[in-house]
Nanobody, 112 residues
Framework: QVHIVESGGGLVKPGGSLRLSCVAS????????MGWYRQAPGKQREFVAT???????NYADSVKGRFTISRDNAKNTVYLQMNSLKPEDTAVYYC??????WGQGTQVTVSS
């Protein structure tokens, strides 16, 4: 069983920034593809960004140019730097480990 903990969410004004962090347990983190997904109220969970074990990154069109995913294998951590935030980015953000495990989510609210 893999334990995943997200942090860094909060309330931010439009145009602001947040950095989400996701720490995963285990000794094989560096071999695992990681991702961020989000779920807004009344909507299905959707893909935001992924980073492969080799560092290849993919982004949803809606966040390209604004969000950056990165990882620090020495800390078993994946990050999501979110800039130029919009109200439509409001959602619970979930970290995904190897398409198999999910964190509990962290709330991001973008509002003036």
């Amino acid at each position: 069983q893999v334990h995943i903990v997200e942090s860094g969410g909060g309330l931010v004004k439009p145009g602001g920034s947040l950095r989400l962090s996701c720490v995963a347990s285990g000794s094989i983190f560096s071999m695992i593809n990681m991702g961020w997904y989000r779920q807004a109220p009344g909507k299905q969970r959707e893909f935001v960004a992924t980073i492969s074990n080799r560092g290849t990154k993919n982004y949803a069109d809606s966040v390209k140019g604004r969000f950056t995913i990165s990882r620090d294998n020495a800390k078993n951590t994946v990050y999501l730097q979110m800039n130029s935030l919009k109200p439509e980015d409001t959602a619970v953000y979930y970290c995904n480990y190897g398409s198999a495990y999910w964190g509990q989510g962290t709330q991001v609210t973008v509002s003036s």
